[in-house]
């Protein structure tokens, strides 16, 4: 059974930073696109970014809105997906979603975590 | 302001059958498969469809997708009251390098 679990959420302030991870099992994690997309309280999904498997070049892709506070990260070692998020702001309140296709390309996010909340507040 | 376009609200009473558009480009829904999503309140979204028109074991044939141009649509039939959640679409856009989603349309059953 594939699994998907986030931790690291919590309350920051404007300015901090936060590492979120997600623990995967039940797929082979090195053979998978990971992906994190966020939801703000009483809003739409928002993709935050990407990392394709290594075999793929193991490099991410970032929304604009996260684009150089934000990385993406992997250890397939231990089957976790990191997002390092940096200088946050306000706006950056969500709850973040891990996501995958599980290797299987172009196949959608098929598969989600339960979401971590984070919240940026001074 | 989403870059996939779709009606906040939509409504049918139960048994009918009811369409949620999404609009794109020629960068996202012109060039890529297109995604739906299903979400119910405080929980994470679930794949409808795959794409365009695929659907995951254990999605009913009620639900289906089709694709024309720039623009998307889902289709539900045979309305029922747990039907009443929110769909998102969704793309990748070839400009942005990243995926784009709908805004998202809270469905009605009345």
């Known amino acids: 059974e594939v699994q998907l679990v986030e931790s690291g959420g919590g309350l920051v302030k404007p300015g901090g930073s936060l590492r979120l991870s997600c623990e995967a099992s039940?797929?082979?994690?090195?053979?998978?696109?990971m992906t994190w997309v966020r939801q703000a309280p009483g809003k739409g999904l928002e993709w935050v970014g990407h990392i394709k498997r290594k075999t793929n070049g193991g490099t991410t892709d970032d929304a604009a809105p996260v684009k150089g506070r934000f990385t993406i990260s992997r250890d397939d070692s231990k089957n976790t997906l990191y997002l390092q998020m940096n200088s946050l702001k306000t706006e950056d309140t969500a709850v973040y979603y891990c996501?995958?296709?599980?290797?299987?390309?172009?196949?959608?996010?098929?598969?989600w975590g339960q979401g971590t909340l984070v919240t940026v507040s001074s | 302001q989403s870059v996939l376009t779709q009606p906040p609200s939509a409504s049918g009473t139960p048994g009918q059958r009811v369409t949620i558009s999404c609009s794109g480009s020629s960068s996202n829904i012109g060039s890529n498969y297109v995604y739906w999503y299903q979400q119910l309140p405080g929980t994470a979204p679930k794949l409808l469809i795959y794409?365009?028109?695929q659907r995951p074991s254990g999605v009913p044939d009620r639900f289906s997708g089709s694709k024309s141009g720039t623009s998307a649509s889902l289709a539900i039939s045979g309305l029922r009251s747990d039907d009443e959640v929110d769909y998102y679409c969704a793309a990748w856009d070839d400009s942005l390098s990243a995926v784009v989603f709908g805004g998202g349309t809270k469905l009605t059953v009345l």
């Open positions: 996501t995958t296709d599980v290797g299987i390309e172009e196949a959608g996010y098929g598969y």
């Open positions: 794409r365009n028109n």
């Open positions: 039940g797929f082979t994690f090195s053979n998978a696109w």
